[in-house]
């Protein structure tokens, strides 16, 4: 009997402890936070930190807790205040000289800095000063006005700098900040969210300008123009650019360039000194619910084809005038500016696959894009910077079909900086050198070489396409002689 009576205590006892220890236990383990949320939030606190330390682009994550301060210290010592010295034109007047304020971000620990062209557009001389207050003088390595960017240079090592986000993985409602200087007030962070992406403002001008921006309500004023848009990674995912405004000041619309396409237009400064732009030979416009109806297609996400350019790419890949297309490599092009912005991500040459739809039915084509002039090769710029910086204008190859059809060998001007000596001849881009001081030439080169040793008088002869008459041109490479 004394036996039973003992298991029966033992029992309860032990069944008693097991009930306690296991309620003790589960406190302990919901404070020490691994219950299951908890234990999300600490992977992905970890994930965050893990990728500020690497400074590696999380090209496929969207934005991490709304917590700015990690983001902020990383891109303030990276964003830099840009003031330029701009010859302005004032008519009857003359030209005068007046001051330029901007921002500008730091690409590399060696000294290359993005801004906007229109910071520093017929600048003489230009200043950055960073977040520690050194001031460099820099230099322009190259400027592209159809997007409103352009690349600086200072001599300095070791400086902070920010790394490219994915700004195609960038989501409408995500946390983003602005960093710049407005209204001089240096290394200014303002917080908003993606409000849209693929914006037109017609800001740009000019037949091939690229407008696909990224639309917050970060707060951007003058100043803040070459900024950082970044987003709570640290990364930059866009190049603040324009306000939509009728005040002057910020309205709760603010506009960036896409990383994306920024971090192709610094390679191609960086690499030629000029952007190779690729295009694929056709006039384009939204569609709209009508039109899609009148096509069967399902909805109004494509980009009509109005004209197709003759010998261009579209042209060599069979489309026609009225095909929609609906995607370029596999990304859908819903709208006009999605589908520019693709396209001016890439070079003359590169294969792209295209989707579109013609009567009633999806097709499929490739296409080789190509330049301006409908050749596949991208054009090396083969004028040094000191030769055009110092003259104001640059030169490129003839491409062989150019050579072909005017029968002429030389080099052609493609740009005439406002301001300049060569400026004031009066001479256009588009001309086309072919001899120099008498010499006959047949490259850059060879042009390149002669001006560099004339001694001071250079006299150019040559030609503008479709008109017989020879165009002559004189300047002295130092005025005050």
């Keep these: 009997m004394r036996t039973v009576v003992q298991m029966i205590v033992v029992g309860l006892l032990s069944a008693w402890a097991a009930v306690f220890l296991y309620r003790y236990g589960e406190q302990k383990h919901s404070q020490s936070g691994w219950d299951l949320s908890q234990d999300g939030e600490v992977r992905y606190a970890r994930l965050v930190e893990k990728l500020f330390s690497a400074r590696s682009s999380a090209s496929m994550l969207s934005a991490a807790p709304t917590s700015f301060t990690a983001a902020a210290e990383i891109s303030t010592p990276a964003v830099v205040n840009v003031r330029a010295l701009i010859e302005a034109d004032r008519g009857l007047w003359g030209r005068a000289l007046t001051n330029s304020s901007g921002s500008g971000v730091i690409l590399s620990p060696d000294g290359y800095i993005a801004t906007n062209h229109h910071v520093i557009e017929n600048s003489r001389d230009i200043k950055v000063t960073l977040a520690d207050k050194r001031v460099f003088s820099a230099r322009l390595v190259g400027s592209d006005p159809s997007t409103d960017i352009a690349l600086l240079k200072i001599e300095a090592v070791e400086l ?75 990364e930059l995912i866009g190049i603040n650019t324009a306000i939509v405004t009728e005040s002057g000041s910020y309205e709760g619309y603010s506009f960036a360039v896409p990383s994306n396409l920024v971090q192709k237009v610094v390679r191609d400064l960086r690499e030629f000194g000029e952007v190779h732009r690729a295009f694929l030979g056709v006039s384009i416009e939204d569609l709209d619910s009508e039109i899609a109806r009148d096509l069967g297609l399902p909805n109004a996400d494509g980009v ?21 297309i609906l995607s370029i490599n596999s990304i859908p092009t819903r709208r006009t500016p999605e589908l520019q912005e693709y396209i001016g991500r890439m070079r003359p040459g590169e294969r792209v696959a295209i989707e579109y739809w013609r009567h009633g039915i999806r097709r499929r084509a490739d296409a080789v894009l190509k330049d301006r002039n409908n050749s596949t090769a991208s054009i090396p710029r083969a004028t040094g910077l000191e030769f055009s910086e110092d003259l104001g204008f640059e030169l490129r190859e003839l491409t062989p079909d150019e050579k072909r059809r005017m029968r002429i060998k030389g080099a052609m001007v493609v740009s005439v900086r406002k301001g300049s000596i060569v400026y004031d001849t009066n001479m256009v881009p588009g001309y086309i050198i ?36 020879l165009y002559s041109y004189r300047f002295r490479k130092d005025a005050s002689k």
């Design 434 to 469: 072919t001899s120099v001081n008498g010499n006959r030439i047949s490259n850059v080169a060879e042009a390149v070489d002669c001006i560099r040793n004339a001694y001071n008088l250079v006299v150019l002869d040559g030609y503008y396409e479709g008109e017989p008459d």
């Design 160 to 234: 902070p700098f920010l790394v490219f986000g994915n700004s195609d993985s960038v989501r409408v409602g995500e946390w983003v900040l602005a960093v710049g200087n407005p209204f001089n007030l240096e290394s200014t962070v303002t917080a908003g969210i993606v409000s849209a992406k693929g914006r037109n403002i017609n800001i740009l001008g000019g037949a091939t300008s690229i407008e696909s921006f990224i639309q917050t309500d970060a707060a951007v004023n003058p100043g803040n123009s070459g900024g950082a848009l970044v987003n709570t990674f640290g």
């Design 304 to 324: 009509r084809i109005t004209r197709v350019s003759a010998n261009g790419a579209a042209a060599d890949a069979g489309l026609q005038p009225g095909d929609v």
